[in-house]
């Protein structure tokens, strides 16, 4: 064995690598010791080690044994187990092992041949430990013998070589060749024998291979001499033809041979048998007939493994004499075999966004019928934007025909039928599973091109007002949808102090009180973006309106309602029905119906004298003014919106039923009398006290200083005898305007000193066509001027 190893190394450093399209081959010796380096893949293919790594590359064999295990980290190609070239391919040449190496993310493949080499590892040896022949002694020179054939299950210059026979003296050896190359050894007898001379001797066979060095094998041959048997039997042919079709039953008869012979008795008696010659698992799928020559089957013949077999037959009569024929059997093939499927590689999830002909899945395909009933094309089961081809022979790859959608799909349930040619042709089918995995391709879309929402103004901060949607058909994170207020400003302030947006839900919610009198309507933008990377947004426009509530009671204009004066509306006895005595002017900031104001006569003095329209605010006079209606009237007019609930404010107003002022002035110098006090009574007397008690000491020191001027004045006029100028208020003299009054008056009022009537007290005096007129009543006088 020492020998062997040596060769064996030499093989190993003769080791060939040979690359071309995606394949790499080489050839190393048989039995190479576990963990021995075949090749380099990475280089050899011009790979890069973090490719291996990351594409999780692996070695893929038909075989369950695997031979070759891959190192990623170095791209090593190693031994994983010893290898016989023997028992891998026995006589085929050359022997090589066919290897895929699988890579993912993306998928590729490359082939990989490894050819095992031989090497003199075994010895030639015959199937029999010896031979016996009863041989007549009137056997003639020429007489064969066959002997069969030794087996050597090295191949070229390994195998068989050549036979030796010793001794030489009465036998020589002649070698017949086989269909399959082999040869057959036949002894023939170059002299009579002579049985009285010597009965029995043996003869010693060897067999020689063409290794180096070589190696031998040996068997013994017996010889027994017979008494005169003068004929051998004779075959009709000496080459029989026969077929059979695969899987044929046991028992079928394939051929009968048929050999005779010329002696008498049991000389003429033949038997027949098959011949040591043939392979021992041969022998046992035939058998024959001793008697009849009938080749019947015996076991199973398959198309598969062998297609054809060589059966030396032998045909012995009872002296001992023998002939041999050959059977050659050919077996038929039938399509017996459906395409056998193997996944070799799959990925159960690809990206939508993948390229058209991305590898999905890699399949093997074998079918171990011959000719068209091996040959198989696969198909898929339906339209679906994947397709099947043939990248090398017996392998398949699924890959995809157009771009991916998983929002339109987003799993398939892929099956891949394989059918062979032959007649009925057979099929098989494999199931495949893929997932789209998803990519964020899509934006999120509201449910709404805009969004319109009403809120009552007067809401309280935090209100929830509505909900915004968006949907993304995406998946997962990339579906995730994130609501985002964009910035902007609403009457010059930042809208995010009027709403807020919840991230999540889209939630609108108001952060302020809204009021319709400041803000009736306003706009916003709201961003959905997903939660992708990189992400992918839309916006959408929202307008809130605010709605008016009636939240506001109207406010009236005319007549202005003051605290240190009374108005008063002069009325004619002489007005007729429907006379104009005023207007009630009011207006109310609300909107819609809550500013829609009416007016009606709350209170009067006499309700039968007086009437206000319900939209215009007029009071008007209802019937005629008579001597009996009192000169002092006072209405209390209410003006109601008409909100719900409805708001209101109260107007008072003062009537005068007079044709003169002094007539007007007696009725209403008690007028003010009627003065609502405020809740705040108390404070407002003491502080009213404080004020006379100041205002009296004022006076008094101005009547002292007064006085006491005078008094000066006076001296010094008495003594200076100066002309008396009379002296005339500033209002006696004509003052050049026109109407009813066309002079100031100047009168003199004592009044008392209460100061609840020291005020200024002014009367309007009008009535329709009348001139207006001012009375203006104060502690010093009343003065009557015309306006």
Not at 321 to 327: M, P
Not at 412 to 423: A, K, L, Q
Not at 603 to 625: M, P, S
């Amino acid at each position: 064995m020492p020998d062997a190893m040596i060769i064996r190394s030499v093989l190993f450093l003769t080791l060939l690598v040979h690359i071309a399209r995606g394949q790499v081959s080489y050839s190393i010796p048989e039995e190479m010791e576990k963990g021995s380096m075949v090749g380099n893949i990475a280089q050899d293919l011009g790979l890069d080690l973090q490719r291996l790594k990351s594409g999780k590359a692996r070695i893929y064999s038909r075989d369950s044994t695997e031979y070759i295990e891959l190192n990623r980290n170095t791209g090593s190609l190693l031994i994983r187990e010893k290898m016989d070239r023997e028992s891998l391919c026995a006589k085929t040449t050359p022997c090589a092992v066919h290897l895929q190496m699988i890579l993912d993310n993306p998928m590729e493949f490359y082939t990989i041949t490894i050819e095992i080499t031989d090497i003199n590892d075994n010895a030639p040896s015959f199937q029999r430990n010896e031979f016996r022949f009863e041989i007549s002694e009137s056997a003639a020179a020429g007489a064969g013998f066959m002997l069969g054939r030794a087996l050597d299950p090295d191949v070229g210059t390994n195998a068989l070589q050549s036979y030796s026979l010793k001794p030489t003296d009465k036998f020589r050896l002649e070698l017949h060749s086989q269909a399959d190359g082999s040869k057959n050894v036949e002894m023939i007898l170059q002299r009579p024998l002579d049985r009285e001379t010597q009965s029995s001797f043996t003869l010693l066979l060897e067999a020689f291979d063409g290794g180096n060095p070589v190696l031998s094998g040996t068997v013994q041959i017996h010889i027994t001499v017979l008494d005169i048997n003068d004929n051998a039997p004779v075959f009709m042919q000496k080459v029989y033809k026969t077929t059979i079709s695969e899987n044929a039953p046991k028992g079928t008869i394939l051929t009968v041979v048929s050999a005779s012979d010329a002696d008498e008795g049991s000389n003429s008696v033949v038997t027949y048998y098959i011949s040591d010659a043939v392979e021992k698992n041969v022998a046992e799928i035939f058998l024959i007939n001793e008697k009849s020559g009938e080749l019947i089957l015996n076991g199973q013949v398959d198309y598969e493994k062998v297609s054809h077999y060589e059966i030396n037959i032998q045909a012995k009569d009872q002296g001992g004499l023998s002939n041999a024929c050959k059977v050659i059997v050919d077996v038929l093939d039938i399509n017996d075999n459906s395409p056998s499927i193997n996944i070799v590689s799959s990925s159960h999830s690809i990206s939508e966004g993948s390229k058209s002909g991305t590898v999905v899945s890699v399949l093997n395909v074998d079918d171990f019928d011959s000719g068209v009933n091996g040959q198989v094309q696969c198909v898929l089961n339906e339209d679906i934007p994947f397709c099947i081809t043939s990248p090398s022979s017996n392998f398949f790859s699924l890959q995809t025909e157009q771009e991916l959608d998983r929002e339109r799909e987003a799993q398939y349930n892929i099956s891949v039928i394989c059918t062979d040619e032959g007649v009925p042709a057979l099929s098989s089918s494999v199931s495949l599973h893929v997932h789209i995995s998803d990519v964020n391709d899509n934006a999120p879309i509201f449910e709404k091109s805009h969004y319109e929402a009403c809120v009552l103004e007067n809401n309280t901060p935090g209100l929830s007002i509505f909900t915004i949607k968006a949907g993304d058909a995406d998946w997962n994170q990339n579906a995730r949808v994130s609501y985002i207020l964009e910035d902007s400003t609403v009457n010059g302030v930042s809208v995010s102090s009027y709403v807020s947006v919840h991230p999540d839900s889209g939630l609108i919610t108001a952060v302020r009180s809204f009021d319709y009198e400041q803000l009736k309507d306003f706009h916003f933008r709201v961003k959905a973006q997903d939660g992708g990377s990189p992400p992918l947004s839309s916006n959408v426009t929202v307008r809130i309106i605010v709605q008016d509530q009636n939240d506001n009671a109207p406010q009236v204009l005319y007549p202005v309602q003051t605290g240190a004066s009374v108005v008063a509306e002069i009325v004619p006895r002489a007005a007729e029905v429907g006379y104009l005595v005023t207007k009630v002017v009011a207006v109310d900031v609300d909107s819609g119906q809550n500013s829609w104001l009416s007016y009606k006569l709350q209170k009067a003095t006499d309700r039968a004298l007086f009437e206000v329209g319900l939209q215009n605010g007029e009071i008007r006079t209802v019937r005629q003014v008579t001597d009996k209606d009192a000169v002092k009237q006072k209405l209390t007019v209410v003006v109601e919106d008409n909100g719900q609930p409805s708001r209101s404010a109260v107007v008072s107003i003062n009537v005068a039923v007079a044709d003169s002022f002094p007539e007007v002035l007696s009725e209403f110098t008690d007028f003010t009398h009627g003065k609502h006090y405020d809740e705040n009574l108390t404070f407002y007397l003491v502080l009213a006290l404080a004020a006379v008690s100041f205002l009296f000491i004022t006076c008094v020191v101005v009547i002292i200083s007064v006085k006491i001027y005078r008094w000066r004045q006076s001296r010094f006029l008495y003594q200076s005898n100066l002309p008396v100028i009379p002296y005339y208020p500033p209002h006696y003299t004509d003052t050049g305007v026109t109407g009813t009054l066309p002079h100031g008056y100047n009168y003199e009022v004592c009044m008392t000193t209460d100061s609840r009537k020291s005020d200024c007290k002014f009367f309007t005096l009008g009535g329709q066509n009348a001139q207006q007129a001012i009375a203006v009543i104060s502690t010093s006088g009343l003065n009557i001027d015309q306006i």
